[in-house]
């Protein structure tokens, strides 16, 4: 774990950042697109110890905020909390990072909302031709698929593949924690 800190004494807040390097869009199977970002997206949808809405309430209660995503080189959690909350915050990152329970019931709702956006995006020229460009430039390789997805791979993500590319991927070493604040 590679930790870099950013002190920032006038300002009463932490940002912190887990950059999890083996877990980005690149590393999704070759039949499987957009696995990586539903592994993310799923991170802080709830933990073996608590649901996604207590983790939320938990952490706005304290004035904090909580996010989970993939992009094509890492996936994150990210989490900002007042500093006097920093232990709590730490807490919290473990939490989400090492004991996520990918709950069946938001894999389906992130999937409704995955195959809502990838229809959407016919509604978008622009954005079609950056994928006719990218299917083109990168053939071949996972980068000529959506970081999100197509619709065939979304429809068959399951659950218990979600599970193994949190174990082998989010989870191998790489990983970088990221620290700026008072």
Known sequence: LEIYFAPRPSIPLIEIELLLTCAGGDQNPPDRPGLSYFAAALLDEGTVGRSGPELVADIERRGGALGSSADWNAASIRISIPSSEVQFGFDLLREVALEPSFPAHELERIRRQSLANLARRFDHPAGLAEEAFARTLYAGTVHSELLLGSAESVAAISREEVVRF?????????????????
């Open 166 to 182: 949190h174990h082998s991927n989010q989870l191998r070493l790489g990983a970088r924690l990221i620290v700026a604040g008072d």
